[in-house]
């Protein structure tokens, strides 16, 4: 019970590793708060954590925001643990990538992650801490990953510099970078067939030493450790969870 009475918001808690996160913070006592898109799988999720609360709201629109804010400051004043999850996957040799797909993805990984945070800081406690999705993708030189990696590098950017500057208010901010995880990103992509769904699965466990994809749970586990007291002394790290990936 790390998280017994903390209030939790997770940007992103509705599917893949930030479902899996919001349920472990619910499991370990927390008020849990989550955002995303799909009102479906928000009322899904927060069927799932005792207390939870849902709201809809695109990371991609800063005012989007404002209910689940209003909402958190009526019922519980203030936010322990924000957990910025929200991310979209896009594919693009460099030479086809358009400036419309940049700005999408940047959007939604880069600045509206970033807005988001600065819109939420008001409310977070000071002694709070902030844990940040980011990826190996970043730093990992994938053909075709280059909006992607672009906007999450400079995610880690925001999260090392953030980190510093909140110091004053002994705010933590740390980041989790997944390598290969089994999730629904996966299978968002319009006209995507079983079989292609399944041959980039077996192309990204190919990738990871130990063969095979991570699940949304080996995730969320380091996000719930991040964002506890138990990593107290942990501050501005980007912490590889890939099975090896960027190590071995
Ligand atoms: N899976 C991997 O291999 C992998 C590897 C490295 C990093 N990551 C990162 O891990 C994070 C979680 O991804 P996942 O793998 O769990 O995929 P996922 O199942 O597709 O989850 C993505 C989450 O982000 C939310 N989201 C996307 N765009 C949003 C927007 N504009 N506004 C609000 N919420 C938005 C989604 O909500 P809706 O469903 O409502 O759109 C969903 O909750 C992402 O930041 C991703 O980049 C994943």
Redesign the pocket.
Known sequence: MRFKDKVVLV????????RAASIDFGKEGAHVFI????RK?IDETVADIPGGRGFV????DIQSGNDVLAAIREAHGGIDVLFV?????AFAPAPEVTPDQWDEVHN??LR?CFFAIQKALPQMRDGGSIVI?G???SIAAVPGNIMYAAAKAGLRAVARILAVELLPRRIRVNMV?????D????T?TDGVTADQVQGMKDMMAGVVPMKRMGT?EEIARPVLFLASDEASFINGVDLYVDGGCLEL
Not at 11 to 18: R, V
Not at 57 to 60: E, K, P, Y
């Open positions: 940007m992103g808690g509705n599917s893949g590793i930030g955002t995303g898109r799909s799988t709201a695109d990371i991609g999850n929200a991310g979209i996957g939604v990984n509206g999705t990826s190996i993708g970078s997944p390598g290969p995880t999730t629904p990103i996966i968002r949304s």
